[in-house]
């Protein structure tokens, strides 16, 4: 991270969690690259930013304040999305589960998955089964979108797919798993359809299943 392109630069203030630097080379950015290299380069820095969490070198407070920045730039990356869209390219309801607070990862799906053309329902944070399922049954989405950070909170995903078989829903909603703690082996064993790895994989595996409908 030595180079001094506006995308490294928004790299490297994010990885530094400068959230006044950030916001002022998004802006910046914008207006001279696609929305699409924007969010790359934020989501670069939130790996990064990932990667010391996980060796402790960043804590939840570090965390949390990587989602404030993440929101801040959203209100500008949102906008030169949102202009270039002409259909609805279906339907994504997306939280984070029961007892997690965080959501880095959902919100730059969320902005990819706007930047594609879907409707996306948004529940935030710390949802209970109950809302995951009320909301499948009300909106009738394409696809369920579960996302945790946190390795206690992972188990919440199968709560959420068993509750969803007592209502008989399980079988109307393709469900896409994402989070650190999470791989193939463990989305599997939860009952999810598709895991993703990160945003870029969860878009991608949420076009190809809406494609394939």
Aim: charged residues 20%.
């Amino acid at each position: 991270m030595v180079k001094n392109s506006v995308l490294e630069k928004i790299t490297n203030a994010i990885v530094r969690l400068d959230r006044q630097s950030t916001v002022q080379f998004c802006e910046e950015a914008v207006t001279s690259s696609p929305p699409e290299d924007v969010i790359d380069a934020l989501s670069k820095g939130l790996s990064i930013i990932g990667a010391k969490f996980e060796t402790r070198e960043y804590f939840l407070s570090e965390l949390m304040m990587a989602g404030v920045i993440m929101k801040d730039t959203q209100a500008i990356i949102r906008p030169q999305l949102t202009q270039r869209l002409t259909q609805v390219a279906g339907k994504v309801v997306i939280g984070t589960v029961a007892g997690d607070l965080h959501d880095i990862g959902k919100n730059i799906v969320i902005a990819l998955l706007e930047g594609e053309g879907f409707t996306v329902i948004d529940l935030g944070v710390n949802v209970p089964a109950e809302q995951f399922v009320q909301t499948v049954r009300d909106e009738q989405p394409d696809i369920l979108g579960l996302s945790a950070l946190l390795r206690a909170t992972v188990p919440e995903m199968g709560t959420v797919i068993s509750t969803l078989k007592n209502a008989k829903l399980r079988d109307t909603v393709t469900i896409v798993v994402g989070g650190l703690p999470l791989n193939e082996e463990y989305s599997r064993q939860l009952g999810a359809d598709y895991y993703a790895q990160d945003a870029w994989k969860g878009v991608e595996i949420i076009k190809q299943v809406v494609t394939q409908a």
